[in-house]
């Protein structure tokens, strides 16, 4: 089975600090995705990365990076975080091809900003 | 661009009664499409997809969505709903050659004993 795992299930951070969320998946998977989760709006994708060292911003990239340095782990960077980034966030993973496979997710990082 | 609308925010449905799950699709190209199903405070889990074929795919837990080309149309329906069936329902699509998921806002879906 796929694993995606998330570092934290939940965290509280206060406003101005930098938080580092962290994904690592198991299935030797090229493409990786950030989500964030809010009610009324579905899922978001912040960023994705298609191989290692590469990223593409999604639809809402505004206050948040990311770094891809190995295969497996796709970390998501709030350089100041803000009350408005309180929200799940959801990392997922997938394998490109002509074909469309899944994407697989982790568990969510439940993220308080205070 | 693509898109995906799910024009309820909730289901509710009487144990052992059909339960449907409406979505609707913008997307250039062929489409491929997906439903997930999220229980509380858990991640997305994968349902089924539709890539190509027949028009009606089965999925996990006894769930089955129809395919409608000429309504771009892909509802998730099960036969007989459980009490455990109660959770959130996102369905998504991508078009060919897009690297990107594009999802709906969800359904909640309560199924009462």
């Known amino acids: 089975d796929v694993k995606v795992t998330q570092s934290s299930r939940y965290l509280v951070k206060r406003t101005g600090e930098k938080v580092f969320l962290e994904c690592v998946q198991d299935m030797d998977h090229e493409n990786m995705f950030w989500y964030r989760q809010d009610p009324g709006l579905g899922l978001r994708l912040i960023y994705f990365?298609?191989?290692?060292?590469?990223?593409e911003k999604g639809d809402i990239p505004e206050g948040y990076s990311v770094s891809r340095e190995k295969k497996e782990r796709f970390s998501l960077i709030l350089e100041s975080a803000s009350t408005n980034q309180t929200s799940m966030y959801l990392c997922?993973?997938?394998?490109?091809?002509?074909?469309?496979?899944?994407?697989?997710f982790g568990p969510g990082t439940r993220l308080t900003v205070t | 661009a693509q898109s995906v609308a799910q024009p309820e925010d909730q289901v509710n449905v009487a144990e052992g009664n059909p339960l449907t799950v409406k979505c609707t699709y913008s997307?250039?190209?062929?489409?491929?499409l997906f439903w997930y199903v999220q229980y509380p405070n858990r991640g997305l889990q994968f349902l089924l997809k539709?890539?190509?074929?027949?028009?009606l795919v089965k999925g996990s837990y006894g769930f089955e969505a129809e395919f409608n080309k000429s309504q771009t149309s892909f509802h998730l329906k099960k036969p007989s709903a459980l009490v455990s069936d109660s959770a959130l329902y996102f369905c998504a699509v991508r078009g060919t050659g897009n690297n990107r998921l594009a999802f709906g806002k969800g359904n909640q879906v309560v199924v009462i004993p």
């Open positions: 990365s298609y191989d290692v060292k590469m990223k």
């Open positions: 997922a993973s997938t394998t490109p091809g002509p074909s469309s496979y899944e994407q697989y």
């Open positions: 539709y890539i190509t074929g027949d028009n």
């Open positions: 997307v250039s190209g062929n489409p491929y």
